[in-house]
């Protein structure tokens, strides 16, 4: 049977299509095990089948259940018997061609995880193909004796208190749904008996154990619907409810919490609001469950808030169970002696095994001296600052220095003068604990001893000074200077320095011995300065006479100075020199101030040479720009024409300056004020003049030529494409494909170019014409085409040619084919008196109308009535036929224009009763095919 299911899970995919019935969406909480539909009537009318197999698709084994192809759009039902007696049960579809299977399983001593794992917790299962004659009806409802027993079972005799599991699949996937009938049993299935509470227990940690008498809804258990009530009728609040099967939608068992610690005595639960069994039958409300609980305290004595260190600390503990503290049983007091804060474990344990433990902090105290930040080695004059004294407010400090007592509360200055060793020592109380003190011992330290040597030159200009630091001590010692405001990294005794400063430096050198005392000097050097001199620097044009002013500056106390030149001497302060050759003079100032400080300065003097320049040549073309020659950057060119200024620059353009000889001045200044001035002959060649002759329309891959026309002779010509010369003035252009931009200019032997002529030929392509046609599948008889060409080209005409022998002319077309095949619709299009080009042909296929179906059901019982079921293909053309039964398997084939099947195999042997599936596939004469696929009903 497994094999016949295989195969019919092929053929149910077609047929399931067939079906118009509404499924429920997947996934639905009864498709799984734990939250299975309670049984609590005989009849369920499912309407609605389901789809998939839940959130857990693999609850069930095919390796340990009859159900092969495991949970198939299957759905769950749980029942308890509540009455010994046979079970009895059928699924009856609502669709009597639908194929329904089922598993039964026990679970009163296992969970619906178990089922997957244990083959033994399955009791009875059937899993068959449905029969068209049973009506689709299975179930373990005893019917054993007749053509349908292969789709039910036996009754299953049940015990009260026995749980199981129901699992219904529709294997067929239909949507139609069905009715599950308990009504045939004998045994009482379904609980009609409301729910109570039957166990109430409380644990050591106050958290109570609520049990009912059978499995209630989870969800309509609210800490809201019960009352806990003392025996004085004092109430106490459910903080909260639980069950640790949370999993499960049905349980017994929950755990909840009270508002508070309970004495002990008598107390009663109450349900006061709606609890609900899975048959929806309300708890009894208002009916108490009382349960007695032993009272539990303990209680201990802490006699101070904080213990002295060392100090002996007595603890007691009351409670009416046995006292234990630190481990040792039964001790209702504790003693110990404590260095540091203590943790105190005390526990009490009682008759019913419950315990209550408490921690006791034990704070111990002890003076916290603070951290006064107090080096051990200062320096002669150092000042020791002692802090004021702050935190805890329990303890009290004083100072003992010199004999005397001084309140640490208030901030001390202690300078030392004198090299030596000072004790400070430091008290303090906390309460009535002994007094504590610390000793904190100073060492004072000398300071580094030392002078400084200066020598050297003291002018701005040439000074560098050796500074020396003398001193008695040779070890430890390190030296930090300063020069002019910056620090110097040398560690050395010694430094050599330049001062650039005139006037007082500072000179500051800090000394740093083995104890890291630190003594510093500072010390002023007087800087002098040379004499200064500022000189007149000039630049002189070649031919100029030049007048030399030469003053040197410094402070009215200058002692004396002097010139020194190849041409020049003495002390005047001004010379007149002749104009020579482009060079240069150099004139030396030497001079001596007051302080003996000396220095000199060097001037130079120079003649510039003329700025040169001219044009490149002299012969330019008429849109050509002038350019000047061996002119550098930083000179500046003026350009005169019969003496009217025209530009300024290295260029210059000529723009609508007739043809013709010009005398053109140049005027050349350099960055000096250095002129000169330049006359040069200009001749301006006429530009020539072009123009092109074409045809401003082709055809693609037609050949075209143009034609230059000029008024110069001698020209060379420069085109945009690459053409072919024909010679004298005349070009082509092979195959053109696409419109082409034309542009040429012409270049005359001096390099002079003319006018730029352009042109543009439209090219017409096949493209630019559309062919829009009404369709290009057509149906006899009616096959009518119509057509148009579309352009926005002018001067077009049109030939078709529509595949059948027949040719029309014009822009729009009306045909009307009278056979059918596949025909080649095209077009040849013409510009007028230039060329003609053929659009890329349009198949057009012509078909029969629709084809007949053949009937859905015959019944092959010689009977001379509807014994074949027949197909009359179409007029022409060949028909094949092949027939499949509903597991997929092939049972008849055959072809021809006319089909007709007896209800026989290819063997001759008669087919049962049942739905079969056919597919015909239409072969045209034109080559064309056609596939129909459908149902077909044989009946006995």
């Known amino acids: 049977m497994d094999a016949v299911k295989k195969l019919f899970l092929l053929l149910s995919l077609f047929l399931s299509s ?50 092969l192809s495991g949970e198939q759009n299957d759905v769950w039902y749980i029942f308890t018997v509540q009455q010994a007696g046979d079970l009895c049960f059928s699924i009856i579809p609502n669709d009597s061609t639908d194929d329904y299977d089922w598993a039964l399983f026990d679970i009163s001593q296992a969970a619906c995880s178990d089922i997957f794992s244990d083959p033994s917790i399955e009791v009875s299962c059937n899993y068959h193909t449905s029969m068209p004659q049973c009506g689709g009806v299975t179930g373990a409802n005893g019917i054993l004796n007749n053509s349908c027993a292969a789709l039910n079972e036996a009754c299953i005799q049940v015990q009260q208190g026995q749980s199981f599991v129901l699992n219904v699949s529709n294997f067929s996937a239909s949507s139609a749904g069905y009715t599950l009938d308990f009504s045939s049993s004998t045994a009482d299935i379904y609980d009609q008996n409301p729910p109570a509470i039957s166990q109430l227990e409380n644990n050591c940690a106050n958290q109570w154990s609520l049990e009912f008498n059978e499995a209630v809804l989870v969800s309509s258990v609210q800490n809201t619907d019960f009352i806990l009530r003392d025996s004085s009728g004092n109430d106490y609040l459910l903080t909260g409810i639980w069950t ?130 107090l080096d051990s080695n200062y320096c002669v004059k150092d000042t020791l600052h002692l802090s004021a004294i702050t935190g805890d407010s329990l303890s009290n400090f004083w100072w003992e220095f010199n004999s005397q007592k001084l309140d640490a509360k208030f901030e001390r200055d202690i300078i030392q003068d004198q090299v030596g060793t000072l004790n400070l020592e430091l008290f303090g109380q906390l309460g009535n604990c002994p007094t504590q003190s610390q000793t904190y011992e100073i060492h004072t330290r000398p300071l580094p001893e030392f002078t400084l040597d200066i020598n050297g030159d003291k002018c701005l200009k040439n000074n560098l000074l050796e500074i020396n630091i003398n001193s008695d001590e040779t070890i430890g010692l390190t030296y930090t200077w300063m020069m002019e405001g910056q620090q110097i990294t040398d560690n050395a005794p010694s430094y050599s320095h330049h001062f650039g400063t005139v006037g007082p430096n500072l000179i500051q050198v800090v000394v740093t011995n083995q104890w890291n005392c630190v003594a510093s000097v500072d010390s002023l050097i007087e800087i002098y300065p040379n004499p200064v001199f500022r000189t007149l620097e000039l630049e002189h044009c070649l031919g100029e006479g030049v007048n030399l002013l030469l003053t040197a500056f410094t402070d009215s106390q200058l002692s004396h100075w002097k010139w020194e030149s190849e041409a020049l001497a003495g002390q005047d302060t001004s010379f007149t020199i002749p104009a020579l050759t482009g060079n240069e003079r150099l004139v030396k100032i030497r001079g001596i101030n007051q302080f003996g400080c000396k220095d ?67 005027l050349l200044e350099d960055s000096f004020g250095c002129t000169n001035e330049v006359t040069q002959e200009l001749n301006i060649r006429p530009q020539a003049f072009i123009e092109l002759i074409f045809d401003d329309t082709s055809c693609m891959g037609n050949d075209v030529e143009f034609e230059v026309f000029t008024n110069e002779e001698g020209l060379s010509y420069h085109w945009n494409e690459a053409l072919r010369d024909l010679g004298n003035g005349i070009w082509s252009f092979d195959n053109i494909q696409a419109d082409l931009e034309l542009e040429v200019f012409g270049i005359d032997s001096m390099g002079c170019q003319s006018n730029v002529a352009r042109g543009k030929i439209e090219v017409l392509r096949p493209e630019e014409v559309s062919i829009s046609i009404s369709s290009e599948n057509l149906t006899l008889p009616n096959a009518l085409l119509n057509g148009k060409a579309i352009s926005n080209w002018p001067h077009l005409s049109y030939e078709w040619q529509m595949g059948d022998g027949k040719n029309y002319s014009g822009d729009h077309i009306s045909h009307l084919y009278e056979r059918e095949g596949i025909f080649k619709l095209g077009l040849k299009i013409r510009l007028e008196g230039v060329c003609e080009i053929e659009k890329e042909q349009v198949e057009i296929t012509v078909e029969r109308g629709n084809l007949p179906r053949p009937a859905n059901a015959f019944s092959p019982n010689n009977d001379g009535i509807n014994d074949y079921w027949t197909y009359n293909g179409p007029l022409s053309g060949q028909t094949e036929i092949h027939i499949f039964n509903r597991w997929g398997k092939e049972v008849y084939q055959s072809s021809g224009s006319k089909i007709s099947w007896d209800g026989k195999s290819l063997s001759s042997s008669p087919q049962p009763s049942g739905v079969y599936v056919y597919k015909l596939l239409i072969i045209n004469s034109n080559g064309t095919s056609k596939e129909i696929t459908g149902s077909i009903s044989l009946i006995r």
């Open 18 to 67: 067939l079906k118009l019935f509404a499924q429920l969406p997947p996934q639905q909480p009864e498709q799984d095990c734990i939250h299975a539909i309670p049984v609590c009537q005989n009849i369920f009318f499912q309407p609605n089948s389901y789809q998939g197999a839940g959130k857990n698709p693999t609850e069930i084994n095919p390796r340990n259940s009859c159900l």
């Open 244 to 373: 640790i099967d949370s999993l499960n939608s049905y349980t017994r068992s929950f755990e909840f919490t009270i508002d508070s610690m309970l004495p002990s005595g008598s107390f009663s639960l109450i349900i006061v609001d709606s609890v609900l069994d899975k048959c929806s039958q309300v708890a009894l409300m208002n009916v108490p469950f009382t349960v007695s609980i032993l009272s539990r305290n303990l209680s201990y004595d802490l006699p101070k808030d904080y213990y002295c260190k060392g100090e002996m600390v007595s603890l007691s503990a009351y409670s009416s169970g046995i006292i234990s503290w630190q481990g040792n049983s039964n001790q209702s007091t504790y003693e110990g002696v404590f260095l540091n804060d203590e943790w105190i474990t005390v526990k009490a344990n009682f008759q019913n095994g419950c315990e209550i433990a408490d921690s006791i902090f034990l704070d111990i105290r002890d003076v916290e001296f603070p951290k006064l930040g």
């Open 600 to 666: 000199s300065s060097v001037s130079r003097i120079g003649i510039r040479a003329l700025p040169q320049g001219g044009l490149m040549k002299n012969e330019f073309c008429q849109t050509e720009n002038i350019f000047l020659e061996n002119t550098n950057k930083d000179v500046k060119s003026s350009w005169y024409l019969d003496q009217t200024k025209i530009g300024e620059g290295s260029q210059l353009a000529l723009g609508s300056k007739l043809p013709g000889s010009y005398m053109l001045e140049i």
